[in-house]
């Protein structure tokens, strides 16, 4: 089945704790994002990545690390947590045959930074 | 620069309603416009899409009318039923990346028996 894969879904952590989120899709896609969805705000890009070894910066980047080192794989770094990064995570990826714009998303990791 | 703008929910219909969730946009040029589904617990995925003007997106029992005079895409159903219940996101294709999207703030739907 066509997927992309978040995990964890849920996390609990403290202040300054690292922590990485990997998300991994099995559709060959060149792109993938990141975003984060808080209530009255929607969806925020962090970051995007067109292919391997490329990335980039989305809306609100900062606190967040990203890399792309295989093409299924694009993982989430928490370098040093903070409470204003709780929020619901959604990994998205694309490719060519997706058609335009059209994303496929994870399930979601909810994180909470106490 | 390019915007969407959706009504602000909750909104809360009884089952076999009509629905309208309102979106417009601001854009240059003529961008693809998509309503995206976030049921609960779930990622989003596509509902539907319009890729120019008076195009119809349908599924699911749901359409939306790419309107250029009035830059707008407005979601419809004629008669929606609790399983309805969800999170409803417009949103414009970048005209510089196929895969690049820009989102509106998301519209709650609660759909009561």
């Known amino acids: 089945e066509a997927q992309v894969t978040q995990n964890p879904r849920y996390l609990i952590t403290v202040t300054g704790k690292k922590l990485t989120v990997t998300c991994s899709q099995n559709?060959?896609?060149?792109?993938m994002s990141w975003y984060r969805q808080d209530p009255g705000l929607g969806l925020r890009q962090i970051y995007y990545?067109?292919?391997?070894?490329?990335?980039d910066k989305g809306d609100v980047p900062e606190g967040y690390k990203v890399s792309r080192k295989e093409k299924r794989n694009f993982p989430l770094i928490l370098e040093s947590p903070s409470p204003n990064q709780t929020s619901l995570y959604f990994c998205?990826?694309?490719?060519?045959?997706?058609?335009?714009?059209?994303?496929?998303f994870g399930a979601g990791s909810r994180l909470t930074v106490l | 620069g390019n915007s969407v703008t959706q009504m602000e929910g909750p909104v809360t219909l009884s089952e076999e309603a009509f629905l309208t969730i309102n979106c417009t946009y601001t854009a240059t040029g003529y961008p693809s416009l998509f309503w995206y589904v976030q049921y609960p617990g779930e990622g989003l995925q596509l509902l539907l899409k319009a890729t120019k003007a008076d195009d119809k997106g349908s599924n699911k029992g749901f359409e939306a009318t790419y309107r250029k005079e009035t830059t707008s895409f407005h979601l419809e159903k004629g008669s929606v039923q609790v399983s309805d219940s969800a999170v409803y996101f417009c949103?414009?294709?970048?005209?510089?990346?196929?895969?690049?999207?820009?989102w509106g703030a998301g519209t709650k739907l609660i759909i009561k028996p």
């Open positions: 990545s067109m292919n391997v070894e490329v990335t």
């Open positions: 949103a414009l294709g970048s005209m510089d990346s196929n895969y690049q999207l820009i």
């Open positions: 998205a990826s694309s490719g060519p045959l997706s058609g335009a714009n059209v994303l496929t």
């Open positions: 559709m060959n896609h060149e792109y």
